[in-house]
């Protein structure tokens, strides 16, 4: 006999993430290993630049977070060669330097207490779409987790590292998790790596997806009620772990190496 088939789809929900809880096993990582992961997974996603693109999350040590060293790309980033920084972007502890750039990041954790991790890198798609200075479009299921969570900065400030991109990107971004930037390329936040992690690799998703949908036609909306229906399903925070797991896996095959 089936006991489901009559229940109301909130309830069949509801059951299915109380059940993701336990049946999604997820390794237990440091913040060091989960970003050193973070830039190899990006990198195999396709938004490494060269040396731009910063990836931070914070530290044990209040005002403080960890970002990859300077003058290393995505693909060359250890657990042990993250570099430890204060809101100044003095070393607390490490080798080398911070991107200078990592500046709008100390803006947005002040503005966000709420934020743990910062990830802006770009990626092909998503920073051809920011030369057409239009917003991302969320116009299908799996793109979701951005529906109405992704605000636009349409106006391209010159290179972040002053006080002033600081606070006009802090300010665009508002309350929301993702931004995409004019002329430049994106930005997500997250609670966790985990989430950060997941949201930039979907958002470069989402700006391919746009622009070839966008060379065949106009792209159609979705309605909001479903929209953020299928924002809350997808982006839970054991979705979004089992999401960087799969893909820590993938790339810890090619890159072994990363949480030396």
């Not at 693109?53 to 993250?82: C, H, K, M, V």
């Amino acid at each position: 006999m089936t006991d489901t088939l009559s229940l109301p789809k909130a309830e069949l929900m509801a059951r299915a993430h109380e059940r993701m809880q336990t049946a999604l096993k997820v390794p237990e990582r440091s913040t060091r290993e989960k970003l050193a992961l973070t830039c190899r997974v990006l990198f195999e996603g396709g938004h490494d630049s060269g040396l731009a693109g910063q990836i931070t999350a914070r530290a044990e040590a209040p005002d403080t977070f960890y970002t990859q060293r300077f003058g290393l790309g995505f693909d060359e980033i250890t657990a042990s060669s993250l570099v430890h920084v204060d809101h100044d972007l003095h070393v607390v502890s490490g080798e080398g330097m911070p991107n200078p750039a990592n500046r709008f990041h100390t803006w947005i954790y002040r503005a966000r207490p709420e934020v743990n991790c910062i990830i802006h890198t770009h990626p092909f798609h998503a920073s051809t779409l920011s030369m057409l200075e239009v917003p991302l479009q969320v116009s299908h299921m799996d793109l979701c987790p951005l529906f109405d969570d992704c605000a636009f900065l349409a106006e391209w400030p010159g290179v972040p590292v002053g006080n002033e991109e600081g606070e006009l990107i802090s300010g665009a971004l508002g309350d929301r998790r993702a931004i995409l930037l004019a002329h430049h390329g994106l930005l997500v936040t997250g609670r966790t790596v985990e989430e950060a992690c997941v949201l930039a690799l979907l958002m470069e998703r989402a700006a391919r997806m746009q622009l070839t949908a966008m060379a065949a036609g106009t792209v159609k909306p979705i309605p909001d009620v479903l929209g953020r229906e299928a924002h809350d399903w997808i982006s839970t925070p054991r979705r979004n772990e089992a999401s960087f797991d799969y893909h820590a896996r993938r790339a810890l095959r090619r890159h072994p190496d990363c949480l030396d």
